[in-house]
């Protein structure tokens, strides 16, 4: 399947199911038993800090992720504030529940989706773990294993953040 095709099918299953359940209960752990769930690692030869500054770096996500259109914070990077992002022409509206400076990044998106992004300091650099659990899949016509779907397409985001942070494997 090709990227463009999983970033935009990624957008729709975040849309699906509306914004509302997570602004009113936040989530912060992945629900295991969802019907789609993908945990995915990387050790990054960078520091946490710089892996941070980057990943938080939301306006720039366009520049290592260029099937995104778009991608703004509305406020500052703190809980509660809301992330709108734009693969593939799909308007994705999340919102933040976890922000723990070179730590931690979770963000709840609808249909039940809860995003986490956990920095560890690891043999001088850092394990990156980017995982997703999606409660609610709705999307006729869908590849049949969402769920490994979906982690093929945080690998590419792993990879792509080390790129950025200049561990060129």
């Keep these: 399947m090709s990227i463009k095709r999983t970033?935009?099918?990624?957008?729709?299953?975040?849309q699906l199911g509306g914004l509302a359940s997570a602004e009113n209960s936040p989530r912060t752990k992945m629900n295991i038993e969802a019907e789609i769930v993908a945990d995915t690692q990387l050790w990054i030869n960078a520091s946490p800090?710089?892996?941070?500054?980057?990943?938080?770096?939301?306006?720039?996500?366009?520049?290592?992720?260029?099937?995104f259109a778009n991608a703004r914070l509305d406020g500052p990077l703190a809980a509660g504030t809301t992330l709108f992002w734009e693969p593939q022409g799909q308007k994705v509206v999340s919102r933040l529940v976890v922000v723990e400076p070179s730590h931690?990044?979770?963000?709840?998106?609808?249909?039940?989706?809860?995003?986490?992004?956990?920095?560890?300091?690891?043999?001088?650099?850092?394990?990156?773990?980017?995982?997703?659990?999606?409660?609610?899949?709705?999307?006729?016509?869908?590849?049949?294993?969402?769920?490994?779907?979906?982690?093929?397409?945080?690998?590419?985001?792993?990879?792509?953040?080390?790129?950025?942070?200049?561990?060129?494997?």
């Design 7 to 14: 970033f935009a099918t990624v957008a729709i299953m975040l």
């Design 49 to 67: 800090d710089k892996v941070w500054a980057v990943l938080t770096d939301v306006a720039r996500w366009t520049e290592w992720l260029p099937e």
């Design 104 to 169: 931690r990044l979770i963000w709840n998106g609808s249909g039940g989706a809860v995003h986490v992004w956990e920095l560890t300091p690891s043999g001088g650099g850092t394990l990156l773990r980017n995982a997703e659990s999606i409660e609610e899949w709705n999307f006729p016509g869908a590849a049949a294993d969402q769920s490994a779907f979906l982690a093929d397409t945080l690998k590419i985001w792993n990879a792509r953040l080390a790129e950025q942070v200049g561990d060129k494997r």
